[in-house]
Structures are given as structure tokens and as C-alpha cells.
């Protein structure tokens, strides 16, 4: 059974990086044939997808993030991070890494996740 698990800082400061971290386990990030997706819940809101990488590499991102946003992966670790720059408060969210048969929709019901990290922008 494939398990995910987020890491990363709790607390970001306004303009600078979000970076996150999924280590997953049970399962590969180069030969499942899945997206190995980053989305996100800010208060009081729904689950926003926000991107993903394919198995083979390829990334995908909502277009309201493209500017901002990148996945990358680390093949020998099993991993793949996101990173967010230029945060604003408006970032503020659980941030959930998820292994998912699709792309740009996520319900929790879906695929494998992690357990989420709370990430809040402030100064």
C-alpha cells in the first residue's frame, strides 16, 4: 500500500518560497503509472489541485499558478517537491501530496494521500 508523507516549513514569510517535500513509500514515483499530485485546502475553501508530475517526468499546473509554481522529483529518494514562490497570506493552506489516477480535479475519496501540512504566510 502505497503511504505519502509531506514535509516542509509550518511557517513561510510574504515574497519568499514555499518549499515542500512528499516522501512516498509502497509505491514508485517512476513506474507507477500515476500524477503525483500537490493540493491544497485554505480555510474555510474546497480542495484545489494544484499541479502534478507525471511518472515520466512531465509536470502539469493550474494555470493560476504556472507563474509560481514548480515540481520537480528526486528519482533515487522517491520524492517530488513543490515549490511556491512570491507567497502571499493568500497561500495560507493545508498542503496535501496525493497519488492520483487523473489530472486537475482531487477528492479525498481518490487515489492515495498524505496526512497534509498546515502551511500559514505571515510576517
Known amino acids: 500500500q502505497v503511504q505519502l508523507q509531506e514535509s516542509g516549513p509550518g511557517l513561510v514569510k510574504p515574497s519568499q518560497t514555499l518549499s515542500l517535500t512528499c516522501t512516498v513509500s509502497g509505491g514508485s514515483i517512476t513506474t507507477d503509472s500515476a500524477y503525483w499530485t500537490w493540493i491544497r485546502q485554505a480555510p474555510g475553501k474546497g480542495l484545489e489541485w494544484m499541479g502534478a508530475?507525471?511518472?515520466?517526468?512531465?509536470?502539469f499546473y493550474i494555470p493560476s499558478l504556472k507563474s509560481r509554481a514548480a515540481i520537480s522529483r528526486d528519482t533515487s529518494r522517491n520524492q517530488f517537491t513543490l515549490q511556491l514562490m512570491s507567497v502571499t497570506p493568500e497561500d495560507t493552506a493545508v498542503y496535501y501530496c496525493?497519488?492520483?489516477?487523473?489530472?486537475?480535479?482531487?477528492?479525498?475519496?481518490?487515489?492515495?494521500w498524505g496526512q497534509g501540512t498546515q502551511v500559514t504566510v505571515s510576517s
Open positions: 508530475i507525471s511518472n515520466t517526468g512531465y509536470t
Open positions: 496525493a497519488r492520483l489516477g487523473r489530472l486537475w480535479r482531487a477528492t479525498m475519496s481518490d487515489g492515495s
